[in-house]
């Protein structure tokens, strides 16, 4: 039985749309984030995964340890399910109600820790906390930015960048009584979250790898130097880094404490094209074709599930299962209906499925209020996701 016969008979009993998990290659995926760390913890990116069932089952994995949230009302609705208990929510945020629940939040207090990159932010927790205390995390920019600055490799994230703007902020912290300095952040998005195996792209490629292999250098350096800056007026809790694309590099340093990942667990089609791992997609989503338009077309009922980052055909859906689909490109994903062509479509029926894999992982799960487990032919188990819980935090 081949991979979309097995999909198709685990899930005969359902309507499309749908999406579904593959248990064995979520399983795999995370045993090999697991290997790639060499003993390093893993803390969990809850944005790419948007299922509590499935956070609580990584968890549970030996070489999984806290969660990486990606606001603080989720950091809190998760900790309010007891879900973890050591959760650092990956951005700053400005929700001044959600920072006076946390700080009246005895448990929650103690589970979370917010992320800071200026004065402005400790004003505002201090304003919305009141007395009541609430652990902070240093952000520090990890992008690569050779000839003096003027080239810029990586998310523009924390204006803080160097150890003596790192060690000033802390001081700034330390100056506040309310305020807890428990940890540092440094994520590399330019070696996480870039493919350096473009497919029919050589030269880019090794372009790519270029640049990563002199970043690698050079944020090794500069964190290492950062973290002894920081370390001599804080008993810091964690050092965090990386990303499913980096989690060998990153683990390898000697200032880090523990790595963030998350999309290598679904491996959507966006994580592809590295050449230090190779993923097994997990993640998935059923269209039915309502449509036979013509020869070598169907189309599909709805679809346009487009991926957040720049506006190009890589934020689509990948047609996956059968082989050989593609995009009409006067139409693309559509709201309501995608047409899909290709020689294979002569083969599918009104009432077939097209298997498809999101761009990005989380994602995926703001369009669907379940995830139908899978493992092999059957279909063992039916999770929310943070949209079937009624939990829409972005």
């Known amino acids: 039985m081949n991979l979309r016969e097995r999909y198709d008979t685990a899930t005969a009993g359902l309507e499309a749309p ?11 995926n ?8 060499a003993g390093t913890p893993i803390r969990v990116a809850s944005k790419s995964v948007r299922c509590r069932a499935l956070l609580e089952d990584v968890l549970a994995m030996e070489g999984f340890a806290g969660v990486m949230a ?33 700080a009246a939040d005895e448990r929650a207090a103690r589970a979370v820790t917010l992320m800071v990159d200026s004065a402005a ?52 912290i330390l100056k506040r009584p309310g305020l807890r300095l428990v940890g540092l952040m440094a994520y590399e998005s330019q070696i996480a979250g870039v493919g350096d195996t473009p497919p029919g792209r050589p030269a880019r490629a090794r372009a790519i790898r270029a640049m990563q292999r002199r970043s690698r250098l050079e944020l090794a ?20 880094g990386g990303g499913t694309g980096s989690v060998e590099s990153t683990a390898r340093e000697r200032a880090v404490t523990e790595v963030a990942a998350g999309s290598g667990l679904y491996q959507p089609h966006l994580f592809d094209h ?15 074709v309502v449509r ?38 006067d139409e693309g994903a559509g709201e309501v ?42 279909l063992v188990r039916t999770v929310p996701t943070y949209r079937g819980e009624g939990a829409t935090f972005l």
Not at 70 to 91: M, N, R
């Open 121 to 172: 932010h400790l004003d505002m927790i201090e304003a919305a906390a009141g007395d009541r205390p609430v652990r902070v995390c240093l952000d520090i920019d990890a992008a690569y930015r050779p000839m003096g600055g003027r080239v810029r490799f990586g998310a523009r994230r924390s204006p803080l960048r160097t150890p003596a703007e790192a060690r000033a902020m802390a001081e700034e």
């Open 18 to 28: 749908f999406a579904v998990v593959d248990l064995a290659a979520f399983r795999d």
């Open 221 to 240: 350096r500069r964190r290492a130097a950062i973290v002894r800056e920081v370390r001599e007026l804080a008993e810091l809790e964690f050092v965090n």
């Open 70 to 102: 990606f606001t603080l009302p989720e950091a809190l609705w998760l900790s309010g399910h007891g879900t973890c208990d050591d959760i650092l929510v990956a951005y700053p945020t400005a929700d001044r109600t959600a920072i006076a629940a946390l």
């Open 274 to 288: 590295y050449s230090n791992f190779t993923g097994r997609p997990a993640a998935l989503f059923a269209l039915p």
């Open 292 to 329: 036979r338009p013509g020869p070598g077309v169907v189309t599909c009922l709805g679809g346009g599930y487009l991926a957040s980052g720049p506006a190009d055909a890589m934020r689509l859906p990948q047609p996956y299962l059968p082989t050989g689909l593609s995009y009409d490109s």
């Open 30 to 37: 995370a045993a090999d984030l697991v290997r790639r760390a």
């Open 337 to 378: 209906q995608t047409p899909l062509i290709g020689p294979v479509a002569d083969r599918l029926s009104v009432g077939d499925r097209v298997w498809f894999r999101h761009t990005k992982a989380g994602e995926l799960c703001e369009r669907f209020d379940a995830l139908h487990l899978v493992d092999g032919d059957r």
